[in-house]
């Protein structure tokens, strides 16, 4: 009677909506995905942002190349999620390799950088294969995690207060920038630059997963509306759709375990986007939709490439061995960058794809690969023992973006918090039999 029981709550709720997770659909998917970045590249982006000295120069055999290379990897990548590697995949994929791809084959940029990115890869998918890694179990975790989390969200949320970041407090979208450098003087002192990161990159979203895990939809509320609170304190846009990315996540991985919900999701973004730009002549929703988040990241890879081949790299002198190696630039990297771009004042972050080049050239490319490939296999380890993998996936999902899209690798781990939230959600696991048990009474 109880095992009917829980299996007629369990489908009490039924999802509207059926992708099928097989390949052939994920291909389809793939190719229509690549089909709308290239007409988003060549019809708004490159007429656009041309001023800024994007090109428009295909040549046939790089072309045709960058869709070869782009079958392969349609053919091997994860097409279902059932581990936490395969959202992590499945995001590089259509998010960064995608559009490298696709400015790859329409601006003839440099082969090599692309091969260098594509066997770091590589090497991901190879070393995140391996056996699950055995993680010691802490009595009491679950417990610990949560009062972390939530000391964590209290503390943080009570200095924002204090400090007297609420006379900032701000929810228009366009005066953001008039009050972000000024509150963020106010609240970023000292270790609380690492606290108010990781309270909306972490604490947050590990929070709101739980409760959505736990059907404690009241709290949910709670916390979504608390994103909204640091959002207007601290003018930080992101910090306002962190919760969405999390609820996405439970409404969609939960019932439909296709990857290729990741490209129709982003091709709708696309096509909306261009539609606003086509129609109404808007080119805002554009400019962030398909400009920022799949060409800019792109682009800077290429110049990394470009940069740092010809000029000294840096060898992680700028934080984790500056004791021993100077630092050869006047300025951050970043800043370095953006000055090669012709923009001094602009801070051009990117993914460890890039800044591992940075680093220590193929070698740094190549360590970085091997190491994202061991993240992989803890994250998968962890949904082993008693958390749901969209659990675990929205836990991490913002540390982890940052990291596919917008990150060198230390400054993810620690100052983006994916260290901090991998380690609270290792927290959370039970132990391996417990796990074992409530699995054969899901399957009864």
Known sequence: MRVVGARKKQNAIRPIFVLPNNRLVFIVVGVLFRMALELGYRQFVFPVYEYTGLSLDVETLKYLESWFIFAILLMWFPVRLIRVSDYMLGYLLFVFLSPLLVFYGLTNAER?????????????????????????????????????????IAFVTAWMFLSGGMSYFNLDFSRVYDFR?????????GPMAYLNTWATKAFGPIALAVALWRRQ??????????????FGISSHKAVLFYPLLVVFVWLAFRYIKAIALLPLSMSLMIGLAFYLYVEFDEIMVGAVLIHRVFFV??????????????????????SLTSWFLQYPYDVSTPRVIGGFRGHPEENANNTYLATGFMHAGVFGMAFYGVIVGVIMRVLDSIARNGVPVWVVVAGAIVPVQALLTSADLPPALLTHGLGIAMMLLCLLRRKESVAYQSDLRARA
């Not at 770091?120 to 989390?149: A, D, E, N, Q, W």
């Not at 450098?181 to 002192?189: A, H, I, S, T, Y």
């Not at 939809?217 to 640091?230: D, E, M, S, T």
């Open 217 to 230: 939809f009241l709290l949910a509320v709670v916390l979504i509306g608390l994103h909204v609170l640091w």
């Open 112 to 152: 090599a950088h692309l091969y260098i990115v594509l066997g770091s890869v590589t090497l991901t998918l190879l070393i995140k294969s391996g056996r699950p890694i055995r993680i010691p179990y802490v009595s009491g975790g679950y417990f610990l995690s949560l009062t972390i989390v939530y000391l964590g």
């Open 181 to 189: 450098e000024v509150v963020g003087g106010v609240l970023d002192q």
């Open 297 to 318: 990241p792109a682009e800077l890879t290429f110049q990394y490439y470009e940069f740092f081949s010809a000029n000294p790299l840096v060898y992680w002198s700028e």
